[in-house]
């Protein structure tokens, strides 16, 4: 292939048109066999445009590298340098919660499929998976029931009436006394505290609004676009916004009433498309799922306590799976995720393999679950209640074989060495993968026919991973309400600035989770106090994303009637 680029590049230094006889035709796939190759010899355009796309698969794969390329170098070196991981596996000091030996490792897996392939095949036969049925025309799971008892639904009602209306600058002026989350905002050369809380949080209020400084400096008295580009350009940066949003995500997984949603090991990620238009309209990017117009997408991690605590601006191009493990691996809060949700684009055979390697347990929703197949150990029998979703045999001894590559890809992620978006794309993007991708894609088919008997199994797993992932797409649609300036679309072409936007929206979606919460408990307080009782059972039902009581819209003025220390008064009570 490279020499076919030297003499592509020969011919347009001397103006040749004719490809001469010897020119190299090892690398032109079958696919593009019968447009190269006509009865007049090799077709010169095509051959040129063979050549151009086998480079760039190359290159997106690291099976070439550019020198001096920090996003197109050598393969490994991305990864932990070989005699490092050597002395690390020798030590037994991979930080890796996995057993090192590979055939020790398969052995367990692979007993466990057997067993569970055994219990599926047995209960189907019987016709006894929990609303499920699999037979020869196919598998079909009963919906999920989502309904909201009428008792429940009736205190959702009462709460939402005693919550105090609020401007969205108080809100942030409350959640910033109990938490302090603007003193990570610091200076980016003295690390010295901003000395104008309001200014700051001004300056955080546009980037979450999507207002941008101009319009908020005309907005919020006292403020200028001077100021507030000065403010923004010494203390708003990617460290200092992940800092504050750890401190609110902290204050979320801390205080009692949260404890009714989750105890903060579970989370799901979805992606949300905004629209690029403007200057940004050639950042963007078109997707056919999206339709024809160009957007971004931010792709944000929520904990089950409903808290935000990751956000990325990603290609909409991209799919969602490659950016999961970003979110989970580098966020700065306390949250200590075990189990983790997607919906059908969040995974990928690859994903998959590498989640349980990082003690990670991947239950995505994938839809069109039936055409999802099912790989069975080497040597298994006959499953005839299965064998309408069985896809073939596993090849372990691919895994074994490149088993060391696998651990020392995880173990890279896992030190920071490397993304993990960047090296699941680059395994993923070259239809013709080498062997640890391959290896990769074989482990997680094994760890996917798992999850998917579990699925079968399980009803509890499937309704966890619904009310997981109606917790991201609630988010969303409080997301959608707050990023409502410019028409909800992104305007600015850098994509610094875009980043800023995708994390004040995020810090102002998760301060308004954390003053829900806490006025939510005054409410059931008051309720109480009132003489009215109400069931612990019922706490779950209750949800930290309204924004119906949230004034978002008009002047952004700092100059609260609450006295510091003091909570806003709730609305009053009915007459019994």
């Not at 009602?157 to 401007?167: C, G, M």
């Not at 079968?456 to 707050?482: H, M, P, T």
């Not at 409410?523 to 706490?539: F, K, M, S, T």
Request: glycine fraction near 6%.
């Amino acid at each position: 292939m490279l020499a076919a680029i030297d003499v592509l590049r020969g011919m347009n230094a001397t103006g040749a048109r004719k490809l001469p006889a010897d020119a190299p035709t090892a690398f032109i796939s079958k696919r593009w066999q019968k447009v190269v190759r006509t009865a007049e010899g090799l077709d010169r355009r095509y051959y040129e445009l063979c050549a151009l796309a086998e480079l760039k698969n190359a290159l997106r794969s690291g099976d070439r590298w550019v020198l001096g390329s920090r996003q197109f170098k050598d393969f490994e070196e991305y990864l932990v340098p070989a005699h490092s991981f050597a002395a690390l596996l020798k030590a037994g000091e991979l930080p890796l919660a996995v057993e090192p030996d590979g055939e020790q490792y398969l052995q367990q897996r692979l007993a466990h499929l057997t067993q569970q392939l055994e219990t599926v095949n047995r209960l189907a036969a019987a016709g006894e998976l929990p609303d499920a049925s699999l037979t020869a025309a196919g598998l079909k799971i009963t919906p999920l029931d989502a309904a909201v008892p009428d008792t429940a639904q009736r205190l959702i009602e009462q709460v939402a009436r005693l919550l105090p209306h609020v401007k969205s600058t108080d809100l942030l002026l409350e959640v910033d006394e109990w938490t302090g989350f603007s003193h990570h905002f610091t200076h980016l050369k003295t690390g010295a505290a901003v000395k104008d809380p309001a200014l700051l949080l001004t300056t955080l209020l546009a980037d979450g609004l999507n207002l941008g400084l101009t319009k908020m400096a005309e907005s919020c008295p006292g403020s200028t676009h001077a100021k507030l580009s000065w403010l923004q350009a010494w203390y708003i940066r990617d460290d200092t916004y992940s800092l504050a949003l750890a401190e609110l995500v902290n204050a979320q997984l801390r205080h009692p009433f949260a404890a009714h949603w989750g105890d903060g090991t579970t989370s799901s990620s979805d992606g949300q498309r905004f629209r690029a238009s403007g200057r940004a309209e050639s950042t963007g990017h078109l997707n056919p799922k999206y339709g024809a117009e160009p957007g971004r997408l931010f792709y944000t991690h929520v904990s089950d306590q409903y808290a935000p605590f990751s956000s990325q601006v990603i290609n909409v191009g991209v799919r969602d799976a490659t950016y999961v493990l970003d979110g989970l691996l580098n966020h700065e809060s306390d949250l200590r995720i075990e189990e983790h949700y997607t919906d059908t684009a969040g995974f990928t055979d690859h994903l998959f393999a590498v989640m349980p390697l990082l003690s990670y347990r991947f239950a995505p929703r994938i839809r069109d679950l039936s055409e999802t197949k099912l790989y069975v150990p080497p040597g298994s029998p006959t499953y005839e209640a299965v064998q309408p979703l069985l896809g073939g045999t596993l090849n372990v001894r691919h895994i074994l074989a490149h088993w060391e590559e696998i651990l020392r890809l995880v173990t890279s992620i896992k030190q920071g060495t490397v993304t993990a978006s960047l090296m699941l794309r680059k395994l993923g993007s070259y239809p013709r993968q080498n062997g640890l991708a391959v290896a990769l894609r074989e482990l997680g088919r094994l760890e996917r026919s798992l999850f998917i008997l579990d699925w079968l199994q399980s009803k509890e797993l499937r309704r966890r991973v619904q009310v997981g992932l109606n917790k991201g797409e609630a988010r969303n649609a409080l997301a959608r309400a707050v990023f409502f300036h410019r028409l909800g679309e992104i305007r600015d072409r850098g994509f610094e600035q875009q980043r800023y936007r995708a994390s004040g929206l995020n810090l102002l979606t998760a301060a308004i989770v954390l003053w829900n919460t806490v006025y939510l408990q005054r409410a059931i307080q008051a309720l109480r106090a009132h003489g009215q009782p109400v069931d612990e059972a019922l706490l779950p039902y209750l949800s930290p994303l309204g924004w119906e009581h949230i004034n978002l819209t008009g002047d952004y003025s700092w100059r609260s009637k609450r006295a510091p220390g003091k909570f806003q008064p709730l609305r009053p009570l009915p007459n019994p």
